[in-house]
């Protein structure tokens, strides 16, 4: 099974503080995504990537940045967080549309 | 854009019962793929079922979905429910071939009880 690690699991910071959220695929899955998890909201796309040096904006790109620096690694950033960025965050691979989307276990971010 | 419509945020049921969750999409794309994902509590989204063509049931773990291009639906049913059911159900769309990210619906959640 498609193996999608997350880092941290946990993260808390304060409000105009600077976050890096840490995604690693080891399956040499081209597609990696972002998204982010709210009640009421469900599964809503950050930003993704077909390759090492590629991004394309998702839905709700606001307030985020980020980059993909090898095939394997794909990080999302918050430079300004704020309250309304509290939110379960996942990272996501796969091998291209169509085909199945391997989810890590998230990233809780609360910022106070 | 591409977008995904499920109407149900709660379906709660009796084990036992059938169940079916509706979803519809809209994407200016002749051939979406069209997904179910479920999410257990405390767990990451995975895939239940996926369908490319039109009219066609697919089935999986007892649950089944036709995708009809007609009525741009996608409803996901089950003729018994089981208290293991109880889960987040996303529909997700894909609706461009050369490599859009799946767009997922808001979500329903099952509470199947005794």
């Known amino acids: 099974e498609a193996a999608v690690t997350q880092s941290p699991r946990n993260k808390v910071t304060v409000t105009g503080g600077n976050v890096t959220l840490s995604c690693r695929q080891t399956?040499?899955?081209?597609?990696m995504y972002w998204y982010r998890q709210d009640t009421g909201h469900g599964l809503r796309l950050i930003h993704y990537s077909y390759g090492a040096g590629n991004l394309q904006i998702g839905d709700v790109p606001d307030g985020y940045k980020a980059t993909r620096t090898t095939q394997e690694d794909f990080f999302l950033l918050l430079e300004l967080a704020s309250p309304s960025q509290t939110s379960l965050y996942f990272c996501?691979?796969?091998?291209?549309?169509?085909?199945?989307?391997?989810f890590g276990k998230g990233t809780r971010l609360t910022v106070v | 854009g591409d977008s995904v419509t499920q109407t149900e945020g709660l379906v709660t049921l009796t084990e036992g019962l059938p169940v079916m969750l509706n979803c519809t999409y809209q994407t200016i794309y002749s051939n979406p793929f069209l997904f179910w994902y479920v999410q257990h509590l405390n767990e990451s989204p995975r895939l239940l079922l996926k369908s490319f063509t039109d009219n066609k049931r697919t089935e999986h773990q007892g649950f089944h979905a036709t995708l009809h291009k007609s009525s741009s639906s996608f409803h996901l049913q089950k003729s018994s429910a089981q208290l293991s059911d109880s889960a987040l159900y996303y529909c997700a769309l894909s609706g461009y071939q050369g490599g859009r990210a799946l767009i997922f619906g808001t979500g329903t959640t099952v509470s199947v009880s005794p």
């Open positions: 399956n040499s899955h081209n597609y």
């Open positions: 996501a691979s796969s091998e291209g549309t169509g085909k199945e989307v391997f």
